[in-house]
């Protein structure tokens, strides 16, 4: 038991760190972005952390279920029950009013720092 105690102890950071990112992960999703319809916000390579529960309002950058793939855009508008997205880079909105039910969330957190070093990973690993 004292050995226990004594590695919990020597281990504090790293137990208390590898708890904040269990919780992060399970409360959030991760996505990251492969296209350059978001940028200057949202460069090509960045991972978002998306809150699944937030209340879409007009201007948020919000996740979306489309066809089986997911759109990272910003809401510009609603039209009767759903809303209108559009790429920050995009000349015109997306070509579907999205409902309710095909949000996944908001994007609450850019992690841009990543986007050079995952480029850098896919070009390696010959992935687009």
């Known amino acids: 038991m004292e050995r226990l105690k004594k590695a919990v102890k020597n281990n504090g950071i790293f137990l208390t760190a590898l708890t904040a990112i269990v919780m992060v992960n399970l409360c959030f999703d991760f996505f990251y972005i492969k296209t350059g319809s978001m940028e200057p916000e949202l460069p090509v390579g960045s991972?978002?952390?998306?809150?699944?529960?937030?209340?879409?309002?007009?201007?948020?950058?919000f996740a979306y279920e489309n066809h089986g793939s997911t759109v990272?855009?910003?809401?510009?508008?609603?039209?009767?029950?759903?809303?209108?997205?559009?790429?920050?880079?995009?000349?015109?909105?997306?070509?579907?009013?999205?409902?309710?039910?095909?949000?996944?969330?908001?994007?609450?957190?850019?992690?841009?720092?990543?986007?050079?070093?995952?480029?850098?990973?896919?070009?390696?690993?010959?992935?687009?």
């Open 47 to 61: 991972v978002v952390m998306v809150a699944p529960n937030a209340k879409p309002k007009i201007g948020d950058i």
């Open 72 to 128: 990272i855009h910003r809401i510009i508008g609603v039209e009767g029950g759903g809303y209108i997205f559009q790429g920050d880079a995009n000349p015109s909105p997306d070509g579907t009013v999205v409902e309710e039910s095909q949000l996944i969330g908001k994007v609450v957190a850019r992690i841009r720092f990543l986007a050079p070093a995952i480029r850098a990973i896919k070009s390696y690993q010959g992935i687009p």
